[in-house]
C-alpha cells in the first residue's frame, strides 16, 4: 500500500481527519497514547457496543465504518501492516465504559486475536467484559479439506458489524450478540478474484500479502467467468440450506472499478437467481484489500434468525450496505 | 557473577533495545520472504520507546524495570509481535517480585514463566517454526546453568547458543502460524524472524555481562 502521509501515524492523522470532518457523528478518545481508535458519537453505553478491529493490510478506510450509525460503534486501525495494539483496544473501551459489554470482530489474522486477547484481560480488570469474533470467510485461503476456523478473513465480517449493531440495539446481550454473530461467521464466504490483464488471467483466491491464488483461469477474461466461477466457489463452500437467502456483497479493490463492481454484482445476480434467492445485494469500495486490480465477491446464507437484522441500509461516509 | 542489580539489567535492556533497532534491515527483510515484512519496522518501533524511556528513567527494581518496558512494547508495537514480545517481558514479573537484585535462578524462572506465558496466548509449541522454538531453548538452557549454579557469564554464554540453535532449527520446519503459514513449502530453509529476534535479545544479554 503506497500513502503520501507518514506511516508511522496514518491511523492517528486519519481518525483526527474524520473526527475533524465529521463532528456531528464522530470522535477520537481524548489523550489518547496512539490515537487510532474511532468512536462513534454520541456513545451509547446502555447496550452491547461493537468494536472493529483491523491491522495490517493497510486499511485506515476502516474507520469510516463508525461514521454511520448502525455499524461500528469503535474502529481501531493498526499501524500500516501490524493489528492495533490490546492498550488501544482498552483504552478506548475504558473511555467510552459500556455497562453491557464489547463484542470485537475482526479478520481472523495473529495479530488481531492475540491483541484482543489481551485487551480483554485487560478490560476485565476494569469490570468491562468483552468476547471476540475472528471472521474467517475468505474460502481458498486454505485446503477445502483443512477446518474453515484456519481460514483468513477478508470482508465477510461487514455482515457480522451490521447484524451485531441491529441486535444490540434490540436489547440483546454480549453473549447473544456474539452468537448471532459466530452464526453469520459460519454462513459466510468470500473469494477475491485478481485480474492479469497483460495475459488475460483471473486469479481467484490470491491472498492480501501476495500469497498466490490457488486457481485461476486463462481463457474466460470476462465479468461473466467472475460471476460464474465465484459463484460456484461460493455455493459449493456453503451448500446453502432450502430456507436460506443470499446476500451478496461485492467490493473492489484500491485499483478495482467501480463499472467493474456494478457490472459483476448485475452478472452474480443473473447467475444466482436460478439457483438460489437472493435477499440483498451491495457493491462498493469498502476495503483496499489489495493494490492490486480485482473484485471480492462474498456470499452470506440467511436464515430466519440472521434475516432481521441485516434489512435496514446503512449509510457512511463512504458506502451503502 | 551470580547477581544483577537494576542498573545492570537496565544496562542491558539498553543494550537490547540498541541490538534490535539496528537490526530492523534484517528483520525486514527475512520477514519479507515468509511473511508480511512489518517484523523489523514493528520491533524497531517498540524498542525504540524502549530505549528512549531506559534513558530518561530509573528504576527503584527489577520488577518495575521489566513491567515498564513490557507494557511500552504492547501500548507501542501493536501486532502479534507487540503481545508476543511484550508479555515476554511481563509474563513472568513474579519471580521477580520484591526482589532488589537477581540470581541466576531467578532470571531462569522469569524467562521460564514468560515462554510458558507466550506458550498459552498463542497458542504454540515447539516445531511450529515461531519465536518460541528460539526461547524455549534458551529459556531450557538458563534453568540448566541455574541448577548446575553457573555464573550469568556462561548462563547468557549458553542461553544465547542456545537460542541461534532453536534458530536453526526452525529453517527445516514448515510455518504454522500466523502469516508465514500461508506460503508452505517457501518457509523451508528460511529461519523464522522472531526467533531471529529472540536469539538477538539473549546475544545483547550475553554482549552486556561479558
Known amino acids: 500500500m503506497i500513502f503520501l502521509t507518514d506511516p508511522n501515524t496514518i491511523s492517528r492523522s486519519c481518525a483526527e481527519g474524520m473526527a475533524c470532518v465529521y463532528p456531528e457523528f464522530t470522535r477520537t478518545v481524548p489523550d489518547s497514547f496512539n490515537g487510532r481508535a474511532l468512536l462513534h458519537h454520541p456513545a451509547e453505553s446502555d447496550r452491547v457496543n461493537i468494536i472493529v478491529v483491523a491491522g495490517g493490510g493497510g486499511n485506515p478506510q476502516t474507520h469510516s465504518f463508525v461514521t454511520g450509525s448502525d455499524l461500528a460503534d469503535i474502529a481501531i486501525n493498526g499501524s500500516l501492516r501490524a493489528a492495533p495494539s490490546a492498550y488501544d483496544i482498552y483504552e478506548a473501551a475504558r473511555y467510552v465504559h459500556s455497562s453491557k459489554g464489547y463484542l470485537m470482530i475482526f479478520n481472523n489474522f495473529m495479530g488481531d486475536i492475540l491483541n484482543c486477547d489481551m485487551a480483554i484481560e485487560l478490560m476485565a480488570l476494569d469490570g468491562l467484559s468483552g468476547k471476540m469474533c475472528p471472521f474467517h470467510d475468505d474460502c481458498l485461503s486454505v485446503p477445502q479439506n483443512e477446518d474453515r476456523k484456519n481460514r483468513a478473513g477478508l470482508i465477510g465480517f461487514l455482515y457480522g458489524v451490521k447484524a451485531a449493531n441491529a441486535c444490540a440495539r434490540a436489547g440483546a446481550s454480549l453473549e447473544e450478540t456474539a452468537a448471532l454473530v459466530e452464526h453469520i461467521n459460519e454462513r459466510t464466504s468470500s473469494v477475491l478474484i485478481t485480474m492479469d490483464f497483460d495475459n488475460k488471467i483471473l486469479y481467484f483466491g490470491e491472498g492480501i500479502s501476495g500469497e498466490p491464488a490457488p486457481l485461476s483461469f486463462k481463457n474466460e477474461f470476462s465479468i461473466e467467468s467472475c460471476a460464474k466461477h465465484a459463484l460456484d466457489i461460493l455455493i459449493d463452500d456453503l451448500k446453502p440450506l432450502p430456507n436460506e437467502k443470499l446476500h451478496i456483497l461485492i467490493n473492489r479493490t484500491s485499483a478495482g472499478k467501480f463499472e467493474d463492481a456494478y457490472s459483476l454484482a448485475k452478472s452474480v445476480y443473473d447467475h444466482a437467481g436460478s439457483r438460489i434467492p437472493i435477499s440483498r445485494m451491495s457493491a462498493g469500495h469498502y476495503m483496499f484489500m489489495t493494490d492490486s486490480y480485482g473484485l471480492s465477491v462474498t456470499a452470506l446464507c440467511s436464515d430466519e434468525s440472521i434475516e432481521p437484522y441485516l434489512q435496514k441500509r446503512c449509510f457512511t461516509d463512504s458506502f451503502i450496505l | ?210
Open chain 2, 1 to 210: 557473577m551470580d547477581h544483577l542489580t537494576t542498573e545492570q539489567l537496565q544496562k542491558m535492556l539498553l543494550k537490547v533495545s540498541e541490538k534490535i533497532i539496528i537490526s530492523e534491515p534484517l528483520l525486514t527483510e527475512l520477514d519479507t520472504i515468509i511473511g508480511d515484512g512489518d517484523h523489523g519496522f514493528g520491533m524497531r518501533t517498540g524498542f525504540s520507546a524502549v530505549a528512549a524511556q531506559l534513558s530518561e528513567k530509573t528504576y527503584a527494581s527489577p520488577y518495575e524495570l521489566f513491567k515498564d518496558s513490557g507494557m511500552t512494547l504492547i501500548r507501542v508495537m501493536g501486532g502479534t509481535s507487540g503481545v508476543i514480545f511484550g508479555t515476554l517481558f511481563i509474563g513472568g514479573l513474579s519471580a521477580m517480585e520484591g526482589k532488589e537484585t537477581l540470581s541466576v535462578q531467578d532470571f531462569a524462572d522469569y524467562i521460564s514463566l514468560g515462554t510458558q506465558s507466550i506458550a498459552r496466548r498463542g497458542r504454540t509449541a515447539r516445531g511450529d517454526k515461531t519465536m518460541y522454538d528460539a526461547l524455549i531453548e534458551a529459556s531450557e538452557s538458563l534453568l540448566a546453568s541455574a541448577s548446575s549454579k553457573e555464573s550469568f557469564e556462561t548462563a547468557f554464554q549458553k542461553a544465547c547458543e542456545a537460542a541461534k540453535y532453536g534458530v536453526e532449527n526452525t529453517k527445516s520446519m514448515l510455518s504454522k502460524k500466523g502469516r508465514s503459514k500461508n506460503f508452505k513449502d517457501k518457509t523451508l530453509g528460511h529461519p523464522d524472524t522472531g526467533a531471529v529476534s529472540v536469539s538477538l535479545i539473549f546475544e545483547a544479554f550475553h554482549e552486556t555481562i561479558c
